[in-house]
């Protein structure tokens, strides 16, 4: 069984601070690992993802992400928050072992940024 | 290049009345899905189906039903709208591994 631990339901930064959104995951096989963004009354939009290439996975807006399979974890981070950035976070873990079809969400990260 | 179209956009339904809410793609993924948003739940899966005349369970599929008669089209139905169904709906599709696709979403309101 897979599952997706978003350690922050809020996060709130000032405008050109770094963003850290938190992420752990479990998963019987070997990963893959999404982050997707969603604007007020938006779909959802991918950010980036991970499927064992590099550990660091750049996307887009200046965003980017480590994993880290001692620690379960594929955190996103970005250096410098801009006020677009203010939106919901998704982390989404598929695995690709197993059953390939079935993916599952965490609850979100709400990420306010301050002028 | 339309990618994922939801139709509709809003609806309002009474308690005990039946709709379907249309997904259409046209980047011939085998994999479609349906998943409901609620505040503070994320997303939860409600079916998705692997192929035409392929269609399985998610996590909350009780009180929907779908179909899968071709590649391009995979619609929800609610049979007896009930208010526990208000929410925001959301069609996906993917190939392979790929990322989800996502559509613009239907927001739902159950009277």
């Known amino acids: 069984a897979q599952s997706v631990t978003q350690l922050d339901s809020h996060v709130s930064v000032s405008e050109g601070t770094p963003v850290l959104l938190r992420c752990n995951y479990s998963?019987?096989?070997?990963?893959?690992l999404f982050w997707y963004v969603q604007h007020p009354n938006k779909g959802l939009q991918l950010l980036l993802k991970?499927?064992?290439?590099?550990?660091l996975v750049k996307g887009i807006n200046g965003f980017e992400a480590e994993f880290k399979k001692s620690e379960t974890s594929f955190h996103l981070t970005k250096p410098s928050a801009h006020m677009s950035d203010a939106a919901e976070y998704f982390c989404?873990?598929?695995?690709?072992?197993?059953?390939?079809?079935?993916?599952?969400f965490g609850k979100g990260t709400l990420l306010t940024v301050n002028p | 290049n339309a990618g994922v179209t939801q139709t509709p956009k809003f609806q309002v339904l009474k308690t005990g009345q039946s709709m379907t809410l249309q997904c259409a793609q046209d980047m011939n993924h085998e994999y479609m899905s349906w998943y409901r948003q609620d505040p503070g739940m994320g997303l939860r899966l409600i079916h998705y189906s692997v192929g035409a005349g392929i269609t399985d369970q998610g996590e909350v599929p009780n009180g929907y039903n779908v179909s899968r008669s071709t590649t391009e089209d995979f619609p929800l139905r609610l049979l007896s709208a009930a208010p526990s169904q208000t929410s925001v709906y959301f069609c996906?599709?993917?190939?392979?591994?790929?990322?989800?696709?996502f559509g613009n979403g239907t927001r739902l309101t159950v009277t």
């Open positions: 998963s019987s096989y070997s990963p893959s």
């Open positions: 991970y499927t064992s290439a590099a550990t």
């Open positions: 996906a599709s993917r190939l392979g591994d790929s990322p989800l696709h």
């Open positions: 989404v873990v598929s695995d690709r072992g197993g059953s390939n079809y079935k993916l599952t």
